[in-house]
């Protein structure tokens, strides 16, 4: 699937949506969010945006919860097929400009320690390694798995 990143659109996640989102949630991670959180985070009002090519297709998506003066990216995903392609840069500029527009300073976030690929996506993007979360992650009913915690400071002058 080749991607023409200047076609796209950014949108509000709608409930409408939450069907479409959970299926790459379910197909890209080992361990899912469940319908219930995204529909949930709606909910509460957490800000959560897509990307859709020209014909509709679900191509990719993030949901941050602010915090006082940090926001908490908690989840992110492109589809398998469209990965490696822009997306996920697309997908994090857009939240960098919606948390410089809620006035953050910054933007959490935890990771797999397995998951190298994204590792090298947030800090090839600017993201620095402030702590780990000891056994966040579960992996199995008897494992856990540590969660790297990265953060990126906003440049409030960018805005």
């Known amino acids: 699937m080749k991607i023409d990143l200047a076609s796209l659109s950014l949108l509000p996640m709608q409930p409408a949506d939450v069907d479409e989102?959970?299926?790459?949630?379910?197909?890209?991670?080992?361990?899912?969010?469940?319908?219930?959180?995204?529909?949930?985070?709606?909910?509460?009002?957490y800000?959560?945006?897509?990307?859709?090519?020209?014909?509709?297709?679900l191509l990719?998506?993030?949901?941050?919860?602010?915090?006082?003066?940090?926001?908490?990216?908690?989840?992110?995903?492109?589809?398998?097929?469209a990965q490696k392609q822009g997306i996920a840069r697309l997908l994090l500029n857009h939240l960098l400009e919606r948390a410089r527009a809620m006035g953050m300073d910054s933007i959490l976030l935890e990771v797999r320690v397995s998951n190298q690929r994204a590792i090298s996506v947030y800090e090839a993007f600017g993201f620095a390694l402030v702590g780990r979360r000891k056994a966040y992650y579960q992996?199995?009913?008897?494992?856990?798995?540590?969660?790297?915690?990265?953060?990126?400071?906003?440049?409030?002058?960018?805005?």
């Open 21 to 45: 989102v959970v299926a790459i949630e379910q197909a890209v991670y080992s361990h899912p969010w469940s319908r219930g959180n995204f529909v949930d985070s709606l909910k509460l009002g």
């Open 47 to 57: 800000d959560a945006w897509q990307v859709r090519n020209p014909e509709g297709v």
């Open 60 to 81: 990719g998506y993030f949901v941050q919860m602010p915090v006082v003066d940090e926001t908490h990216l908690l989840t992110i995903a492109v589809l398998a097929q």
């Open 139 to 159: 992996v199995s009913p008897t494992e856990r798995e540590d969660a790297l915690m990265l953060r990126y400071i906003l440049d409030r002058s960018a805005a």
